[in-house]
């Protein structure tokens, strides 16, 4: 599209595009682009129009202020006046002008205009700043400019446009051009008014076509609070968190929304009707608290739309939306560009990890994927940043704009408020240090001086330790793992952690544990949420309180498995997830929340009541009906077919039939639907009686870990004899030979996924000799292990 003409003042959004950012700046011209091209794929944004950068610099030219503001930049960078002295007065410049009179007409007509369209006197609308070096690949200008919501009347919003004007000299504005190198006065500032959408009867929120920790690209991340959404940005609300995979949007049926997380939402804003207010705080009802601001078909025709805008852009983007109470629909208000993966090299990434073992004192949701140490400066109020000293970890209960200046001082930043879409979140990613935001009581846990360790390196958990401890920085660099003939995957067991490594060229997941999603974000026994009265009373309360939010208990454990399960399967998507069924020994499971209530007293749990033994026993059926619910919902309600699931501690052929029947009891029925099903082979009839067990599985996988145990009648935790467990002993390896050529014998793939390979070079180099399908690694040693890999194919060759 043609670049409208210079001297226009006024032009209506759907006379704007792209191209015209010179004009209207980056926010006004990319909702005229959405408005212009993607309305047509039904994505919805609220008319509007803007004023041009013209319109702006006659302003400033008739009210003759720039000398005078000029001068002022110049004693600020000469250092004879302060930021905030040479902001103020520049902005008290522009404030005690008036606009123009042919402008200030043109304003009030498209306004009546608008009132006319919709059909309302005084029709509220958001007057925002959209300058000409705004919303940039390279540069976001996130929050520096002001925006007024709620306004109404023809005075009112040539108020706030002046206002609006006045803010492209905030302090935080001047200090962001300083540090980009922007020159001040080549900087325009055009006004967006824009109908408001009654998000305060409903809800609103950010959303993120990428993920933006580990720039992992095939999420879009949506936060959600009750009313206005400036209380996201503002970090004065902890919200909702929705993650949808993308690559499954366009599949029929699917519903691929692989996290719902319920935020605390403790207030909400909405619009002020007297007082002269355009806003006001309220509290939010417990009701609300408790409940998701978007049900699941919001959720998905959002993950739809940031699918449409990022292909229309060919870039990740930065979204705003917002619900209107008054018709249900919803609408987007503001896109600009992803800066920080947006242009990021995909031929390597930085890994941290912690070596001391420690127990995290605070969690909240990790900004970056860094690791940072030092002292504690407890900042409660924007009047004391004066007292920051440079390179503490800044705690806080939550940040804005004017805190900028120390926030790139800082080590590491951690507030009380806030989630991933913050403005503390926002600025840290830009800055490049890592914080923890949203853990409700940072500044009440934490004190002035203290040591801490902060920890971004856990996926998008955050975690606080007491103390400096030790850690590691790693540079990986994709470009020197080298290919192989064998297929290399990866061992995940956090759903948390799994984004933080789709850059390596894994060829799936080879063994994603249930039993840590079952442990660390179920928490509860399986069979305690099917019969809480069998439960303590204690152990009640627990449960009801982890369960809110959800239909009843039983569905709480099926959501939050089939989503965590969906996170793993996701970043190698479409090579295959193989999913073990849960395998906790009973004093694991007595463990669990409720769990003491169901589980028997065994002397040698580790051979015992574990593994495929209680999957059609009476005593843990209902349980296994749950997991194998939560496997059927991850392969055909979100549509990752790419999971199969697989059977651990299957002792004969006989119980593998009584396995098999329970899943096709359950809906997951081998063949069926492409579902594949594999067997752990760590036991020795696993290997004695490999053909019979191939006629049962489509696939084996060697646990090296047990098969050793077994075979040597070592105990694996045994201090006594760790230094007789050795997978490479010959009795093993002469095991593990056999498996591989029975195994091929039958036609059916098999791996290993046990912790050998990683461990010992050598090892890797005789799986490799004998043929192995494929080796799951850890990620931390799948870049080492492949060159092992790749020199013991090239010696076989």
Known sequence: MATKSTDQQILWYD?????????????????????????????????????????????????????????????????????????????????????????????????????????????????????????????????????????????????????????????????????????????????????????????????????????????????????LGETIVQGTVNPDRYVVFKPLLGTPGARPIIEKALGDKAIRMIYAEEGGRQTRIIPAKPTERQSFVLNDDEILELGRWAVAVERHYGRPMDLEWAKDGSNGLLYLVQAR???????????????????????????????????????????????????????????????????????????????????STSHAAIVSRELGVPAVVGTSMATSTLHDGQDITLSCASGDKGLIFKGLLDYVVEDIDLSAIPETRTEVMLNIADPAAAFQWWRLPAKGVGLARMEFIINNLIKVHPMALLHLDRVSASDNRHIRQLVKGHASPADYFVETLARGVGRLAAPFFPHPAIVRLSDFKTNEYAHLVGGDAFEPSEENPMLGFRGASRYYDERYRDGFALECRALRSVREDMGFANVVVMVPFCRTPAEADRVLAAMAENGLRRGENGLQVYMMCEIPSNVILAEEFARRFDGFSIGSNDLTQLLLGVDRDSELLAAMFDERDPAVTQAIAEAIRKAHGAGIKIGICGQAPSNYPDFAEFLVREGIDSISLNPDSFVKTCSVIAAAEASAA
């Open 337 to 419: 560009p992803e800066t920080i993966h947006g242009d990021a090299s995909h031929s390597g990434f930085r890994h941290y990890s912690i070596r001391t073992k420690a127990d995290p004192v605070l969690s909240g949701v990790a900004i970056g994927s860094a690791i940072a140490s030092g002292k504690v400066c407890l900042i409660r109020d924007a009047a004391d940043i004066a007292h920051f000293q440079d390179g503490a970890i800044l705690v806080t209960g939550n940040t804005d704009p004017d805190w900028v200046p120390i926030m790139k001082r800082a080590a590491g930043i951690v507030t009380d408020r806030g989630g």
């Open 15 to 227: 006379e704007i595009a792209i191209g015209d950012i010179p004009s209207v700046g980056g926010k006004n011209a990319s909702l005229g682009e959405l408005l212009r091209e993607l309305g047509k794929a039904g994505v919805r944004v609220p008319n509007g129009f803007a004023t041009t950068a013209r319109a702006f610099r006659d302003f400033i030219d008739v009210s003759a202020i720039e000398p005078k503001m000029r001068e002022h930049i110049r004693r600020y960078r000469a250092g004879d006046e302060t930021l905030q002295d040479a902001g103020h007065t520049i902005r008290e410049l522009v404030l005690a002008s008036q606009l123009p009179t042919a402008f200030a007409d043109q304003i009030r007509a498209a306004y009546r205009k608008l009132a006319e369209t919709t059909e309302t006197v005084d029709p509220p609308v958001a007057v925002r700043s959209s300058a000409t070096a705004e919303d940039l690949p390279d540069a976001s200008f996130a929050g520096q400019h002001e925006t007024y919501l709620n306004v109404r009347g023809e005075q009112a919003l040539l108020d706030a446009c002046l206002r609006c004007f006045a803010s492209l000299f905030t302090d935080r504005a001047i200090s962001y051009r300083e540090a980009k190198g922007f020159d001040h006065f080549a900087v325009a500032l055009s006004v967006g008014v824009q109908q408001m959408v009654r998000s305060d009867l409903a809800g609103s929120g950010v959303m993120f076509t990428i993920d933006t920790e580990s720039g992992f690209p095939g999420i879009a991340t949506i936060s959600a609070a009750w009313g």
